[in-house]
Nanobody
């Protein structure tokens, strides 16, 4: 069982930066692949980024590639999402998620076993 708690959301102007954190409980965090997803009002939840259990592989959605960076610190049981050059269309609730197994199909929500409660990110024009 893994419990995930996101933090770091808030209000920022377009062009600014935010860093989200996701703290995980449990001693097996380092065995989980981790992902970030987001959901804007009236839209489906979409993939943002994923990182393998070791941190050696990262994968990004097209809309954030080159602007966002996912990383993790297994000693701190935490995964991060550094968001740069933010745009109003990045406004959403951001969720972190955990999954076991291999690092495939990382964009699929159904592949993730555990989810956090989400943190709101609002980007003003």
């Amino acid at each position: 069982q893994v419990q995930l708690v996101e933090s770091g959301g808030g209000l920022v102007q377009a062009g600014g930066s935010l860093r989200l954190s996701c703290a995980a409980s449990g001693r097996t965090f380092s065995s989980y692949n981790m992902g970030w997803f987001r959901q804007a009002p009236g839209k489906e939840r979409e993939f943002v980024a994923a990182i393998s259990w070791s941190g050696g592989i990262q994968y990004y959605g097209d809309s954030v590639k080159g602007r966002f960076i996912i990383s993790r610190d297994n000693a701190k049981n935490t995964v991060y999402l550094q968001m740069n050059s933010l745009k109003p269309e990045d406004t959403a609730v951001y969720y972190c998620a955990a999954r076991g197994g291999d690092f495939t199909r990382v964009m699929r929500l159904s592949e993730y076993n555990y989810w956090g409660q989400g943190t709101q990110v609002t980007v003003s024009p």
